[in-house]
C-alpha cells in the first residue's frame, strides 16, 4: 500500500496586516478539512478566516426596495389643430 502525502498550499496575502502584530505581508492563508485559515509567520498568531457573503454596495442608484411594476399600455391621441381666428 502506498501513502500519498497531501501537502496543504499556504499563500501569501498580499497587503493583509497582522490583527496583532501589526506586520504587513506576513499573513499566510491555507485550508484544513474544508476550512480556511490564516496564520502570521512573525508572531504565530492564527485563527479561522469567517467568508462574508458578497453583498451589493449601497449606492444612491441602489433601490431599497424593490416595488412590483405592473405593465400598462398607453395610449397616443393626436394633438388638436389650432384654429386661427
Do not use: H
Request: proline share 6%; charged share 30%; glycine share 2%.
Amino acid at each position: 500500500m502506498q501513502w500519498v502525502a497531501q501537502m496543504t498550499v499556504k499563500r501569501f496575502i498580499a497587503g493583509a496586516v497582522c490583527p496583532r502584530c501589526a506586520e504587513m505581508d506576513k499573513i499566510l492563508a491555507y485550508q484544513k478539512d474544508g476550512i480556511n485559515y490564516r496564520k502570521c509567520v512573525s508572531c504565530e498568531y492564527a485563527d479561522e478566516m469567517q467568508a462574508l457573503e458578497p453583498s451589493e454596495l449601497a449606492t444612491r442608484v441602489t433601490p431599497k426596495i424593490k416595488v412590483e411594476q405592473s405593465v400598462q399600455p398607453l395610449k397616443f391621441y393626436r394633438a388638436p389643430k389650432k384654429n386661427e381666428d
